[in-house]
């Protein structure tokens, strides 16, 4: 059904006038999340495309499912580009006008002024009206998929007015065009939406182009140089930014040994040590999580190491802050934890008290525990060469999670002066009969520098007595 609205001007129904320089003052240190925000809504629109013709409900040809991220310093625009499924003039009465901005008004209201207001996790719900963080103006282009639909223009510049027009565009889908304010002209550098692309859009499930790379091909004319070989020559292609099937998406019986570490490469380009091992977390019921984890070979910095697990929302990057999502001596760990059941608009202090997010923390470290003892069950001396590696992730997990320390006591390794290493019970065991003290209380001796305590470690050793 076409559209009898050759134009249209509106007010949004909002309480706060002009509530764009205040979501912008608001946001400021996350400017680049508006980045994210449309790209993601340019993939779920694609996404959805494919949900209907899957279902039966889109019946004409899906073509190629794309997202393009276009940049044009000359006319100081961005532009995302979608092939999906398009919106109505109705539609962008009831997902535009009305409920993407009362989203954005709640939340400005409710975290205006508060303190701690900056803690609040990268994903706002603001969706579409991020755009207003760098742009003075925004144009909505869009082609709905229905048979017969009118393509129409939306367009505001940061007041609660609007337009709606009646546009000529061939193509199904919606183009969403920023004209980048003067405060953010960063954003029409080339760079910097290649850092933000790459940060967030890595992973994202529909392909995503943004320029052109060079790439280095045989030579088409079949010229050879001076050793006889095909020349290589320089050409210009497309610049796909993601990686549509990570591996933590696949099933871990469809993945090898060399698919887990070609992925740990992919996720820390410049990490050149090999991971010690992963576990692959694949869980639907009561929550959705997915990952993949990684045990880094611990330096000494152990700080250095945090902050190396992303989380991921349906394949959006969220943030590298995930020390309320898992238990502390986890953040030691790498990799990446996928989750649409963790709430991502909140403050931290909410997240520690979140149900779901208990449940998640609480699973992955019994995977964890599970992975360490059914390693050193399968294979002890394997376990032993890497305890060097280990024990420091595992006191420290001891000391500090009641429960990962129960499960621990079965793998927990100490190691003896004479090279020998023994869980806990074994060195018990090992040292009853002599080690005691008159309330007949075991005395563990241990050193911690072997030069500077040998003389007190060999008259232990004189009386019979067991150095760790």
């Not at 007041?159 to 000529?168: A, D, K, L, Q």
């Not at 004319?221 to 591996?247: F, L, W, Y």
């Not at 998406?249 to 070609?262: C, N």
């Not at 241990?446 to 470690?457: G, K, L, P, S, V």
């Amino acid at each position: 059904k076409k559209s009898i609205i050759k134009m249209k001007t509106g007010q949004i129904n909002v309480q706060t006038e002009n509530i764009f320089p205040i979501i912008k003052r608001f946001l400021y240190s996350d400017h680049e999340i508006f980045l994210r925000e449309l790209v993601s809504n340019a993939v779920d629109a694609s996404q959805k495309l494919k949900f209907l013709a899957k279902n039966g409900e889109f019946k004409g040809e899906q073509g190629d499912l794309r997202v393009d991220v276009i940049l044009n310093k000359e006319e100081k625009t961005l532009t995302i580009r979608d092939r999906g499924i398009g919106m109505t003039a109705d539609e962008i009465e009831k997902y535009i006008n009305q409920i993407a901005f009362s989203g954005a008004e709640e939340f400005v209201e409710k975290y205006k002024g508060k303190e701690g207001a900056e803690q609040i996790i990268g994903h706002f719900g603001l969706g579409f009206y991020s755009a207003f963080m760098v742009a003075h103006k925004v144009q909505i282009q869009t082609l709905s998929h229905q048979e017969g639909a009118q393509a129409v223009q939306w367009e505001s510049d940061g007041t609660p007015s609007y337009e709606i027009t009646e546009i000529e565009k061939t193509e199904r889908g919606t183009d969403i065009i920023l004209h980048i304010a003067e405060d953010s002209e960063e954003f029409l550098e080339k760079a910097r939406i290649s850092e933000i692309l790459n940060k967030y859009a890595k992973f994202l499930p529909t392909p995503v182009f943004f320029g052109t790379k060079t790439e280095y091909i045989d030579d088409p004319k079949g010229e050879m140089d001076e050793n006889g070989k095909v020349k290589r020559v320089a050409t210009e292609v497309e610049n796909q930014i993601n990686n549509v099937d990570p591996a933590w998406t696949k099933a871990p019986v469809d993945l090898k040994a060399e698919d887990y570490s070609a992925f740990y490469r992919e996720l820390y380009p410049m990490s050149f040590d090999e991971p010690l091992f992963h576990i692959h977390l694949n869980v639907d019921y009561p929550f959705n999580l997915t990952g993949i984890l990684y045990f880094p070979k611990l330096k000494e910095n152990i700080e250095v190491q945090r902050n190396k697990i992303n989380l991921y929302c349906n394949q959006v990057f969220i943030t590298d802050s995930v020390e309320q999502i898992v238990p502390e001596f986890l953040t030691l760990l790498h990799g990446v934890i996928d989750s649409p059941d963790i709430p991502l608009n909140v403050s931290r202090s909410y997240l520690q008290a979140d149900s779901n997010v208990k449940k998640i923390s609480s699973h992955i470290t019994k995977k964890v525990a599970d992975k360490l003892a059914e390693m050193f069950k399968k294979d002890r001396a394997d376990f032993e060469s890497k305890w060097e590696d280990l024990q420091i992730f595992v006191q420290y997990g001891m000391l500090s999670d009641e429960k990962f320390a129960e499960k621990a006591k079965t793998f927990a390794l100490l190691k003896s002066e004479d090279g020998k290493y023994y869980t806990i019970e074994e060195y018990k065991t090992k040292i009853e009969a002599l080690q005691k003290d008159k309330d007949d209380k075991l005395v563990v001796l241990y050193n911690n520098a072997h030069e500077d305590q040998f003389t007190y470690i060999k008259k232990a050793k004189e009386r019979g007595y067991d150095v760790v």
